[in-house]
């Protein structure tokens, strides 16, 4: 005995299980294994365990560790990136691109321990892997272009690297946040009211 036409197994066969996320799931499950255990703890076997999902689908969804790695760290920057772009192109004048710059430093990038691990697991990737320095280089590219929505190239190139390092600064300091040294430090760079 046959199946119908839209299904053509054998009638009495198990019905076919379909997972139509499934390769998100595990892109978005090795994002979380990363920053539990960094790139150095991930392995397939983890990924599959936190994705709820069979060993085999790794395989079968991606050739390898690095194409999954570099899967999830491209999620990862285009989520933050696209972050970053809706801040800018909310500003309307220069004192709001100013304030959206601060902004960025104390709320957006590195929100949260998540964020700073998986940033730092990518940076570190990048200072080996070539392969990595494009995403970080294309991650870069980005920010630069929304900063220049407001900035000339130069001082957008400049903002970029203060909001790289004073994020780094507040994520990693023992010492509480001054919400007035980011804006003392954006003045510098950008002196002047509007």
């Not at 499934?22 to 599959?48: N, P, Y």
């Not at 809706?86 to 004048?93: G, K």
């Not at 990737?125 to 407001?150: C, F, I, K, Q, V």
């Not at 957008?156 to 994020?167: S, V």
Request: aromatic share 6%.
């Amino acid at each position: 005995m046959t199946g119908t036409p839209n299904d053509p197994r054998p009638a009495g066969s198990p019905a076919r299980r379909t997972d139509p996320g499934r390769r998100d799931r595990i892109i978005d499950a090795c994002l979380d294994v990363i920053a539990e255990a960094g790139v150095a703890g991930t392995s397939h076997r983890r990924v599959a365990a936190a994705a709820d999902v069979p060993l085999g689908s790794m395989t079968y969804h991606f050739a390898g560790m690095d194409e999954l790695l570099q899967e999830a760290f491209t999620r990862f920057a285009h989520t933050v990136s696209d972050r970053f772009e809706r801040r800018m192109a909310a500003a309307e004048d220069p004192r709001a691109a100013k304030q959206a710059v601060a902004d960025i430093i104390t709320r957006d990038v590195f929100g949260n321990q998540r964020e700073l691990v998986l940033t730092h697991e990518l940076y570190t990737l990048a200072a080996r892997d070539p392969g990595y320095r494009d995403l970080t280089n294309a991650w870069m590219t980005r920010s630069r272009r929304a900063l220049e929505r407001h900035f000339d190239p130069t001082t957008a190139r400049l903002l970029d690297a203060l909001i790289e390092g004073l994020t780094i600064h507040r994520a990693l300091d023992t010492e509480p946040h001054d919400a007035t040294v980011v804006t003392t430090a954006i003045e510098r760079i950008v002196p002047g009211s509007p």
